[in-house]
């Protein structure tokens, strides 16, 4: 089993998503230790967003780039995502990965029936971070965005948990903080009966 696990906050020590995204990781890693698990972490490494160059494929760098990019989300089995909340929705740098794995005949495909995703099977976690109160409110325009891609790529097992009300207060953050790690934990008693 691959396990794929991507960071896109710039927080770096100071991220909640990239914390909670761990504990996910860790999780899966104690339920089944024969996880392999690859690490990208957006905010290190950037991809470049796409362009008409890109779509040209005028950069053979690029290309190189986004096929590695892509045959990583295709052979993953489950993907994990840390994902907090900028301005209202995803970083910029998660929005070029998903470029990378939208890909037209690979991930979809448009039928006279219309489009049909190609990359089911997998397992989707996503760790979120809000400073303030929006999962599940108008104004979340991570988890219904996040859902819509991958679904869209025919990946239909997607989950979230995530902290929200980060930024209100230490206390908040702490009792943020607290409640998603319980509820990663919850989620591996599941998987340990699984493994």
């Excluded at 020590?13 to 392999?36: F, I, K, M, T």
């Excluded at 470049?48 to 986004?66: C, N, Q, R, Y």
């Excluded at 907090?84 to 029936?113: C, H, Q």
């Excluded at 790529?153 to 790690?181: C, K, M, N, W």
Aim: aromatic fraction near 8%; avoid cysteine.
């Amino acid at each position: 089993m691959k396990l794929l696990h991507i960071d896109s906050s710039i927080l770096g020590d100071g991220s909640v998503s990239r914390q909670l995204s761990a504990a996910v990781v860790a999780n899966w890693r104690a339920a089944r230790p024969q996880v392999e698990v690859e690490y990208r972490d957006l905010a290190v490494e950037p991809l470049p967003h796409l362009s008409g160059a890109s779509l040209a494929k005028a950069d053979p760098a690029e290309v190189e780039t986004a096929e590695r990019t892509l045959q990583q989300f295709l052979d993953a089995d489950v993907v994990v995502i840390g994902a907090p909340m900028y301005n209202f929705g995803i970083p910029s740098t998660l929005k070029a990965w998903i470029d990378r794995i939208a890909v037209a005949g690979r991930t979809f495909r448009y039928t006279e029936n219309g489009p049909e995703g190609l990359a089911g099977g997998k397992k989707v976690v996503v760790a979120s971070a809000y400073g303030g109160l929006h999962a599940g409110t108008a104004s979340d325009f991570v988890e219904p965005y996040l859902r819509q891609v991958f679904g869209f790529l025919g990946v239909t097992d997607v989950e979230f948990v995530g902290a929200e009300g980060i930024a209100y207060s230490p206390r908040h953050r702490e009792q943020a903080i607290a409640g998603a790690l319980a509820k990663i934990a919850g989620a591996d008693a599941g998987l340990a009966k699984a493994a």
